[in-house]
């Protein structure tokens, strides 16, 4: 999957803020997301993110 910095996808589950929005601060083995709703940035492995990915927005 081609994923690059600055890329705004949906994912499977909602933040616990209530969006499901996510911008791509940083690409590699583990991703940077940011929440589009709260700001909030969290950092998961590449494969957790392809899996619960949906659709780019």
């Known amino acids: 999957m081609e994923l690059k910095v600055g890329d705004v ?3 499977k589950k909602p933040h ?3 969006e499901n929005a996510w911008e791509l601060m940083r690409v590699g083995m ?3 997301l940011r929440c589009r709703g709260c700001g909030r940035q969290v950092m998961l492995p590449r494969k957790q993110v392809e899996k619960g990915f949906r659709k780019f927005l």
């Open 9 to 11: 996808i949906k994912m």
């Open 16 to 18: 616990p803020c209530g």
């Open 30 to 32: 583990d991703i940077r």
